[in-house]
């Protein structure tokens, strides 16, 4: 017997989680009497299990915590950190947002004219009929706020409760398109519609919308994995092959790079 | 007379188990690292994101190192958003969000000072702890201590063993779990629990001031 068996640490869980048979308990409680370490160690997580119980007010002590942070965070930013970097960002990407949309308004008119209907390419967010009412406000009094349903969506995914999130992403993604928040949930809602919803067809018009933004850097790389991962799913070979090429050419260095290179192979 | 680990009610566990399911979901892994990518790429929704998921995580690292009737709680725990906010371009998913929170919460949190004193009767407790002035009942004032040892023993302990350490006694994680969230192989962070914990015991052993708050009335 070497000295890792001497802790049993699986017992040590299974007591704690309430999960121990009488049995279980008795041995543990016999390796405890025995071995010092194992009975500082198991004190020690008792009180700090104690000390760090869940309260009543606990939602209202994380909200607090949570604005307290964003208002530090609203400081930090006179000192150019990441907020002050993300506004000014922000302000003159809306700048750009807005040279690109008429160009991107004059290429889909043109597109659409030119190419075949079988072959449609994925709408812009910005011309969504109710950007307006995201962009400015307009929504009714007492609607959920883009960051409502962007939060809500996390809370349901978390949870597990997929379909839940995917609902929340879509409301999002309706109600205020090209919001910061709605960006990143075109992300996120790929992800979720390609691994827990087995929707590899839903997933690959988010990423593509993603990518047709103009404002994709942040997640770029992540929604052409997804793009690519979703087109195998789909069977569509050559377009796959093409994703993961065009993944290799943006981003070399890419944690998906060797899985992408022997795909590559394989397709060829 | 030797503690009956057996009578202990906390024994029952269950309340773990409670606290178990509100912290981070390891299988939810991924789309916490695409919510950091867009964070680090300065999304302001995306790092509100982040701070949400955090919070209780941060809340939960600090009431286990200090209890919970520390009245700076909340002020240490928006102080540990914010390094970890600040941090967060350094993270490169090498280890998981939670791992990367838990070190820096955990980290400030063992090494902050300890709250002043207020009013006389306050510093003759402090002055008389454990002795024979004591405001608290004995149960909590040996909590306290034990905490306090396990702060400064933390800050003493190689960073792996330490990280190891809180994320089994502050968060409560099964060796799996620890392995799953550092990234770790598991016969790893099996030898880094064994080895802190033999640490632990030559150090409270060392020390009768430590060594008391397991002593037969313990």
Redesign the interface.
Known sequence: MN??DL?P?DLF?R??????SERD??R??LH??QC????????????????????PG?DL??S???Q???R??ER?AESG???E???S??RSRLLLVAVASVFSLVGLILTTTILPPSFRLPRPSFLGRSVAAGMWGAQPKGSPS??DL??RA??A??D?AAADAARFYIELERSFPG???E??AR??LG??LL?RLDDPRGALAQFDSYLASPDH???G??ALIGRALALERLGRHREERSAWEMLMGAHPKS?YAEPARTRIEELR | M?????K?P???????????S?L??PA?F??MA??V?????????????V???L??T????I??????KREDL??M???G??AI??A??TWR?DCTLLHFATRIAASRAASAAPPAPRTLWERLGRFGRGRWISPTPWEEEL?ER??A??RTFFGELPEAQGETLVL???L?Y??QEIALISKTPLAVV??R??LA??A??AR??ADPDWDEL?GDD?
Not at chain 1, 15 to 20: K, L, P
Request: proline residues 2%.
């Open positions: 000295t890792i802790h640490e869980d007591s704690r989680r309430g999960q121990a308990i008795e543990f409680q405890l009497e010092r370490a194992c009975r500082y160690e198991y004190t020690l997580a008792l009180e700090c299990a104690e000390g760090s119980a869940v309260l606990d002590v994380i607090r915590i949570r307290a942070t964003a530090s965070l930090c950190a990441l907020i970097r993300a506004r960002r922000t883009a960051g962007f939060a996390n809370v995914q978390r597990g919001s910061s928040e960006l990143v992300v996120l992800r979720l691994d850097d942040a997640l790389e992540e944690s | 030797a503690r009956d680990f057996r202990d906390r024994l029952a566990g269950g309340s773990a188990a409670l606290r178990q509100a981070e979901d939810d991924p789309r695409l919510l990518r867009a964070a680090q790429a300065g999304n302001i929704a995306a790092v509100d994101a701070i949400a998921v919070t209780p941060v809340l939960h690292v009431r286990a190192l200090w209890g919970s909340e002020a725990a928006r102080d958003l914010v906010v600040m967060l371009p998913g909590a034990r905490r040892l396990l089994r006694l502050a409560g099964s060796l099996r030898n629990l064994r914990k033999e632990l015991r409270i052993e397991w313990a």
